[in-house]
């Protein structure tokens, strides 16, 4: 399979824990986007890294929310002291861009379906 | 204030018909535009882009963008039960730097009755 995966496809943790998913990306994408979904909404942008720089940090992040890709690979995304609020589905998109630029398209892996209870 | 916006829907319609999803969206310097499908409880999945005004066919899907109008639709022809799912309009104001992350509509769901 050489799409976006993601581990792990569902958590379920209690309020007060820290929880860490995984992303790997499409093979030689060298961009890769954290968004983060709710019932009812369309997908919320929180974070993006291009190798392994993170440029653009959302307010929606809070302290409590890190996110690594420390060999411009696969990326971490950490939450800290989870609160019910942080229930979603957390996806992460990869793309590849060129220099001399381009028309850039997204591509999702299935989420992490995250609850706090 | 919403930067994309999708009629809420939900918009049903026969098998065989054409399905027409609209957005609009607020930001004039946005350069390219994304429909998603999304079938309930998996990820959106990437169905058509467009950055040029005027029509893009791809089988049974065309999009349609009008940038003065700020306006973008999604045309699904011959409609299919299969077609059932949440369609997402997303927007993206270009690709360098912090304004290449898409901002996406609400979505809206579409209902083929067979």
């Known amino acids: 399979d050489t799409g976006v995966s993601q581990d792990p496809r569902h958590k379920i943790t209690k309020r007060g824990q820290n929880v860490t998913f995984r992303c790997d990306p499409i093979?030689?994408?060298?961009?890769l986007y954290w968004y983060r979904q709710t019932l009812g909404q369309g997908p919320e942008f929180l974070t993006y890294f291009q190798n392994e720089a993170q440029l653009e940090k959302s307010r929606l992040l809070s302290d409590r929310f890190s996110a690594e890709r420390p060999k411009g690979s696969f990326s971490t995304l950490e939450i800290q002291r989870t609160e019910q609020g942080d229930s979603a589905m957390y996806l992460c998109a990869s793309s590849l861009v060129f220099p001399s630029g381009g028309l850039e398209t997204q591509y999702f892996g299935p989420g992490t379906r995250l609850l706090v209870l | 204030q919403k930067e994309v916006e999708q009629n809420s829907g939900p918009l049903s319609v026969p098998e065989g018909a054409i399905a027409s999803l609209n957005c609009t969206y607020s930001?004039?310097?946005?350069?390219?535009f994304f429909w998603y499908r999304q079938y309930s409880g998996k990820s959106p999945e990437l169905i058509m882009f467009i950055y040029s005004n005027g029509d893009k066919e791809d089988g049974r899907f065309t999009a349609q963008l009008n940038k003065a109008s700020q306006y973008v639709s999604l045309l699904i022809r011959d409609s299919q039960p299969s077609d059932s799912a949440t369609y997402l309009c997303a927007v993206m104001v270009s690709d360098t730097g912090a304004n290449s992350k898409l901002t996406f509509g609400k979505g809206i769901t579409l209902s083929v009755r067979p």
């Open positions: 930001d004039r310097g946005s350069q390219s």
């Open positions: 093979s030689e994408h060298n961009r």
